[in-house]
T-cell receptor, first 115, second 110 residues
Framework: EAGVTQSPTHLIKTRGQQATLRCSPI?????VYWYQQALGLGLQFLLW???????NRGNFPPRFSGRQFPNYSSELNVNALELEDSALYLC??????????????FGSGTQLSVL | DAKTTQPNSMESNEEEPVHLPCNHS???????IHWYRQLPSQGPEYVIH???SNVNNRMASLAIAEDRKSSTLILHRATLRDAAVYYC???????????FGTGTRLQVFP
């Protein structure tokens, strides 16, 4: 069974540009979570999608946005890139039962570098 | 959001047991305690979770204090492959967010 896949693995952009990151969840999973991990820091919660709807978002500015498609894959868009947006962006999926009991399965991430 | 507190780093020798502590004094009655670990250059992976009772699986054991204000992840025999950052997390019932702290970096020496 394929795990959570993210693309691209690495992305280099310049300040002011837009970045689009993609995530394919495990087959059968309907929930997708996005996290940002800056170098040497813990994971910061960004967004949670379930059944195509945004369910919750973390303390990030509106230029961080995303969507979930009917096949449950997801995109994270970052507009007007700033240098401090350089980080590893991790996607996770779960079965979406809404239970605090369920596990998250993470991808290997997209390393975004803003020059 | 309920917070967790973990030591920044711990060390162990191979084949020895490791006890990784976590404090979560503001835990609510419906919060599950989850542990994940992140190996170098990888995304986090699930280790174990529990609510009130101690839990065991093939990777580790989770000991939860009776008042649930703290827990301990136990690796029974550390291996070099267990070197990772271990995150203790509370699953927030209301928001369904997994709030990660900075975790404990575990070093394992041969």
């Amino acid at each position: 069974e394929a795990g959570v896949t993210q693309s691209p693995t690495h992305l280099i952009k310049t300040r002011g540009q837009q970045a689009t990151l993609r995530c394919s969840p495990i087959s059968g999973h309907t929930s997708v979570y996005w996290y940002q991990q800056a170098l040497g820091l813990g994971l910061q919660f960004l967004l949670w999608y379930d059944e195509g709807e945004e369910r919750n978002r973390g303390n990030f500015p509106p230029r961080f946005s995303g969507r979930q498609f009917p096949n449950y894959s997801s995109e994270l868009n970052v507009n007007a890139l700033e240098l401090e947006d350089s980080a590893l962006y991790l996607c996770a999926s779960s079965t979406g039962t809404g239970s605090t009991n369920e596990k998250l399965f993470f991808g290997s991430g997209t390393q975004l570098s803003v020059l | 959001d309920a917070k967790t507190t973990q030591p920044n780093s711990m060390e162990s020798n191979e084949e020895e047991p490791v006890h990784l502590p976590c404090n979560h004094s503001t835990i609510s009655g419906t919060d599950y305690i989850h542990w994940y670990r992140q190996l170098p250059s990888q995304g986090p992976e699930y280790v174990i979770h529990g609510l009130t009772s101690n839990v065991n699986n093939r990777m580790a054991s989770l000991a939860i204090a009776e008042d649930r204000k703290s827990s301990t992840l136990i690796l029974h025999r550390a291996t070099l492959r267990d070197a990772a950052v271990y995150y203790c997390i509370l699953r927030d019932y209301n928001t369904d967010k997994l709030i990660f702290g900075t975790g404990t970096r575990l070093q394992v020496f041969p």
